[in-house]
């Protein structure tokens, strides 16, 4: 089949990532002597400064990995909790049905510094000024903004010169949007301080830990809580106050847990565990297993037979989700077993449902009452994925995502995000501003994503990694919010099924659908839309809207941001996507 690049091969050390600069940084630490985590550490602070749109330094970054010396995969848990005074009363007091997309009342906890810190203290090898100094380089000397950043910046430019001045100074230089190289000087300073603070005492992991105090309880900590407290524009179309204080950073730090898997076709699948959306992926791949001879590629198409199989699949796992999945007491052993599978299998049939139907896994499933009144809702051009910008600064979601082996055998994938540019304004002092994941949870209480203090919101950010017969083997991951497990299941079935390999699988046609909640304000959906690349053929997308799907067409190449590397047999393996023209895979 035609690929847009070769799937690399090389025994030395493998990056792929959704920014050809983040990957030549994973590499240049590789070179240098780091291992895979300080690689990915370097090159997540440089992903920080190139997609601004889709990560920054307060957002979140959640990971899977495993090391040289141990086969078993763990978590690094990198998304902050809301803040104590996060409340469904005091929304309520604003008149508030959900929670908003922008401005700073959505804001969690910080995650991504003190997760980035730990795990280059834990598992890295360098310190910390020798993997950070690429992305210092960038803020303080520039970046070469892609187009997608001042897209972006336009989008929002009318909230930014009326609400915002903070952003718009920042990223609206001479009152135009961003272009070309772009420095962001105070982001640089910050960094450079933190570095200093970090270095004010000995020895490598004495300075992470200090890095990481200076963040949470020192200078970082205080400006957050001082800016936290002005009232600005957000999505709602008023003015709030933000509610992050020094004590809600102070109180969190990053951990490791253990993941959640499920063992198909000799592969053991790995995720994150239930208050991330990540078991949606196992669920779908054990009904998959189900109908594992019906699934079928020919030159790397999928068989109109496969997409709408998928699809129902994804149409009950993400049913699940909606029902179970949040900060709490999941039912993962029901939700991921035999039986439950097998149920859950029989509701589908040759047809697209259009009913969103969770499964009885603990006593009878409730969904949010707001939801019959979401469908249908407008939220600007969406369908594709992309990270679609509203005029108030609202993001449908996207992010950016990153995968490192080397040869001693660490394997690591990585979805950071949130702290986007256009999430809320600019702390002047800082370089930049807070994330706006709480507007994930649902306000309505007794869910299992019900807003409470101190609480995850349950996320869309969904790493993957793979064993195959009990050995470390693949990582992989895309952008795209709701839809990541859903384009991940694409490249899943084309590799594992299909016998395509990471490029061929990677570029194969992809699919998603909207028959579920989404996770960003305002939460709308579509209970039969089914967003289609056309390279499935012309013959398929009729199949399938004969079948009861409302196909939309997204063009030939517009679905998915995946990348991925493996290894087997000695040998190290990495592609990267093509769409959108900035995801690039290097190693050697």
């Known amino acids: 089949m035609f690929t847009t690049r070769p799937e690399l091969t090389g025994t030395f050390g493998m990056v792929a990532s959704t920014h050809w600069l983040a990957s030549a940084t994973g590499m240049a630490v590789l070179e240098d002597g780091g291992n895979a985590f300080d690689a990915a550490v370097a090159a997540g602070f440089v992903l920080q400064v190139a997609e601004p749109h889709l990560c920054g330094p307060a957002g979140q970054v959640p990971g899977l990995f495993v090391t040289a010396d141990d086969p078993t995969p763990r978590a690094l848990a990198g998304q902050g909790p809301s803040p104590a005074g996060a409340t469904a009363a005091h929304f309520a007091s604003l008149g508030l049905d959900l929670i908003p997309g922008s401005g700073l009342l959505p804001a969690t906890v910080p995650g991504a510094w003190d997760a980035w810190l730990l ?53 609206m230089p001479d009152g135009k949007p961003a272009s070309g190289l772009h420095r962001n000087p105070a982001l640089a300073d910050t960094w450079e301080r933190l570095l200093r603070e970090a270095e004010s005492v000995s020895g490598r992991e004495a300075q992470l830990d200090a890095g990481r105090r200076a963040w949470s309880q020192g200078f970082v900590a205080e400006a957050i809580d001082a800016f936290s407290r002005t009232a600005f524009r957000d999505d709602s179309g008023r003015d709030h106050a933000g509610l992050l204080t020094g004590d809600d950073l102070a109180s969190w ?40 001879d019906e699934l079928s590629y020919v030159d790397g198409i999928p068989s109109e037979r496969t997409v709408h199989l998928a699809t129902e699949a994804a149409k009950l796992a993400f049913a699940d989700r909606e029902a179970w999945y949040g900060d709490t007491d999941v039912p993962l052993d029901v939700l991921l077993s035999p039986s439950y599978t097998d149920a859950r299998r029989a509701l589908i049939t040759d047809t697209a449902s259009a009913v969103l139907r969770p499964g009885d896994a603990r006593g009878p499933a409730r969904l949010p009452a707001i939801l019959d009144s979401l469908q249908g809702i407008e939220a600007g051009d969406g369908a594709t994925g992309e990270p679609t910008v509203g005029p108030q600064g609202q993001t449908r979601g ?23 540019l256009q999430s809320s304004p600019t702390i002047p002092s800082l370089g930049f501003c807070l994330d706006s994941r709480g507007q994930m949870f649902w306000l309505e209480q007794g869910l299992p994503n019900s807003l409470a203090p101190r609480k995850r919101p349950r996320i869309t950010l969904s790493p993957s990694l793979a064993l195959r017969d009990g050995v470390p083997t693949l990582a992989f991951g895309t952008p795209g919010g709701d839809q990541q497990d859903q384009w991940q299941l694409c490249f899943w079935l084309a590799h594992v099924y299909g016998g395509l390999n990471l490029q061929e699988s990677i570029d194969s046609p992809a699919w998603h659908t909207t028959a579920f909640p989404s996770s960003f304000y305002p939460r709308s959906w579509n209970p039969r839309e089914l967003v289609v690349e056309s390279r499935l053929g012309a013959s398929t997308l009729d199949a399938l809207r004969a079948r009861g799907h409302a196909v939309v067409d997204a063009g030939d190449w517009a679905l998915g941001r995946l990348s991925a590397v493996s290894r087997t047999d000695g040998l190290l393996r990495a592609a990267a996507n093509a769409r959108g023209m900035q995801g690039y895979a290097a190693g050697r």
């Open 119 to 171: 795990l280059l203290r834990d598992y890295g090898t360098k310190p910390l000024r020798e993997v950070l100094k690429y992305a210092i380089g960038y803020a303080r000397n520039g970046v070469p903004l892609v187009s997608r950043v001042g897209d972006t910046i336009r989008a929002v430019s009318r909230l930014f010169t009326e609400h915002w001045p903070t952003s718009a100074a920042l990223w």
């Open 253 to 292: 730090s990053a951990s490791y847990e253990d993941p959640a898997f499920v063992d198909v076709d000799g592969w053991r699948l790995v995720k994150m565990g239930g208050w991330t959306q990540g078991p949606a992926l196992l669920q779908q791949a054990l009904l998959l297993h189900g109908f594992r």
């Open 398 to 420: 996207d992010t950016v995502h990153l995968d490192v082996v080397d040869a001693a055998g660490n394997l690591v994938s990585l979805t950071p995000s949130g702290g986007w």
